[in-house]
């Protein structure tokens, strides 16, 4: 492990990250808030003008004292890990000095969440009192969180070669890394030219449909990451109904893998319905909403409503976006049971979503009906295929391992929850919410609610459970193994992203 290299490297994206502070200033100094400094300056103009240049004078040393160069795979593993720790530590300063949150572990908790994209909120309702600049700065936190902090490093910093590909596959939101060009640093530019793309497109939309540029800006910024994060309490409720299917739509973007995107931007349109995983996630979605339409019809003056709320809470969780137009913890069981399984399941691969991603769901399906044929018939040889290529068994090995990861985390998180005083759905429910990254859950962390009623513990958890489900569980657990810190390379702990 050279750990020069680490600092190194982790001082450039420090340096990169710090230039993110001077965006909310634009809002401080348009809306011209208070309170004032000096008497006419906006105090949280010169905070973030602070922040922003605290940020870049730390991150320069680190990459003058280290060695700003290329990296293998393990140290790739920990400079991934240490920066989402790092710049969520970062990103929790402005929550805490402009006063909106008093506790280190409330304002580590929502920059945890912002940077994750998970969506969940301490701050106190109603969420319309607070700064429209510390609150454009979570937004903003879930925009850069959603394609990831290091792929857009990857993007910039061009003397990276085979460490950016290792970066990637550390980082990036998915079982596997698709190159779209030859060089991954020409890839990670790409995908950030669609995912910049895909947010104008919303934020024109939003404007026709009458919203302003604040909101239109706010709510492209959490819709395209995935992230939820609203600026009003009723979320995306405080909104009429051309406004939530504008929402639906780039939801769906969002949670759709961008080398998808790739190719329907190129007009190989062919190719992106010929993808299991996208005709499995889009039949997913319909299903869904078609049971949860036909439970809910008569609960709404018009059916068109209950369409409407019914397609919207089974995408938003779905894509782990975590918007909401109703109360869902409301509905009938079924329905909320079928909710919690979508929190589970996720979005697509390579998509800004989070759960445990469709493609892992599907090949753990078919490897269960594999050995139920080969138990009917043991002479019977079964292969896995998708797409009509053969599944390696190394991969539906490494698959099985992520999901008995998962649901071990998921049990012990529970458990730990309910020991720090929360009754069993929603302990249940907001690890689910937080290990998939989604934001809201179920009983008491319903939509009514916010994770301001889990106690300092148990927020503290939530946290780090978010920090594993964004690094998608084994890029975290590894960094607590002492073998990777003794040695140079751990290329095999990666075999699960071929």
């Not at 994209?117 to 969420?127: Q, R």
């Not at 759960?355 to 080969?374: D, P, Q, T, W």
Request: aromatic content about 12%; proline content about 4%; overall charge positive.
């Amino acid at each position: 492990m050279r750990w020069k290299v680490v600092l190194g490297n982790l001082g450039s994206i420090l340096k990169l990250f710090g230039y993110s502070f001077y965006v909310p200033i634009i809002p401080a100094l348009y809306y011209f808030e208070g309170p004032y400094a000096f008497g006419f300056l906006p105090f949280n103009a010169l905070l973030f003008l602070f922040m922003a240049n605290l940020t870049i004078n730390i991150g320069y040393p680190m990459e003058i004292f280290g060695k700003a160069e290329d990296f293998h795979h393990d140290e790739a593993v920990v400079l991934v890990g240490s920066t989402w720790l790092l710049l969520a530590l970062i990103s929790s300063m402005p929550f805490l000095l402009s006063g909106m949150l008093s506790s280190p572990i409330d304002g580590f908790f929502e920059a945890m969440s912002g940077m994750t994209t998970t969506g969940a909120t301490v701050l106190p309702y109603p969420l319309e009192q607070h700064p429209k600049s510390v609150m454009m700065w979570r937004a903003l936190l879930q925009w850069m969180g959603g394609m990831g902090v290091i792929v857009l490093s990857v993007a910039i910093l061009s003397k990276l070669s085979k460490g950016g590909l290792s970066l990637l596959e550390a980082e990036a939101p998915g079982p596997s890394i698709t190159r779209l060009k030859p060089k991954i640093m020409e890839t990670a530019k790409i995908l950030w030219y669609i995912y910049g793309l895909l947010t104008l497109c919303q934020i024109i939309l939003l404007l026709g449909a009458g919203l302003s540029l604040y909101d239109g800006v706010y709510h492209s910024l959490t819709t395209m990451s995935t992230g939820g994060f609203s600026n009003y309490t009723g979320s995306i409720g405080h909104f009429g109904s051309p406004v939530q299917w504008i929402i639906i739509f780039f939801m769906l973007m969002g949670g759709i893998n961008f080398s998808l995107h790739y190719q329907a931007f190129k007009g190989d349109i062919k190719r992106v319905f010929a993808n299991v995983e996208f005709r499995v996630f889009i039949a997913l979605l319909l299903g869904s909403t078609a049971v949860i339409t036909y439970i809910l019809i008569g609960t709404d003056a018009v059916p068109i409503d209950s369409l409407r709320n019914a397609m919207f809470q089974v995408v938003s969780l779905s894509t782990s976006t975590g918007y909401t137009t109703t109360n869902y913890d409301a509905w009938p069981e079924m329905a909320r049971i079928i909710l919690l399984f979508l929190m589970v399941i996720g979005a697509t691969a390579g998509s800004t979503g989070g759960g445990m991603k469709v493609l892992r769901i599907y090949l753990v399906f078919k490897n269960v009906l594999r050995s139920f044929k080969e138990f009917v018939n043991p002479r019977r040889v079964v292969v896995v295929r998708m797409g009509g290529r053969v599944i390696e068994e190394s991969t539906l090995d490494i698959i099985t391992k992520f999901f008995m990861a998962y649901m071990l985390i998921f049990v012990i998180g529970s458990l730990l929850l309910v020991a720090a005083g929360m009754d069993l759905m929603t302990s249940i429910s907001g690890v689910i919410s937080a290990l998939s990254n989604v934001g809201p859950a179920l009983a008491g962390l319903g939509p009514e609610y916010n994770f301001r009623v889990v106690p300092p513990a148990g927020r503290f958890l939530l946290s780090i459970l978010m920090w594993i489900g964004r690094l998608e569980i084994f890029t975290a657990v590894v960094l607590f193994n002492p073998q990777l810190y003794k040695r140079k390379r751990i290329g095999s702990i990666f075999r699960f992203k071929k």
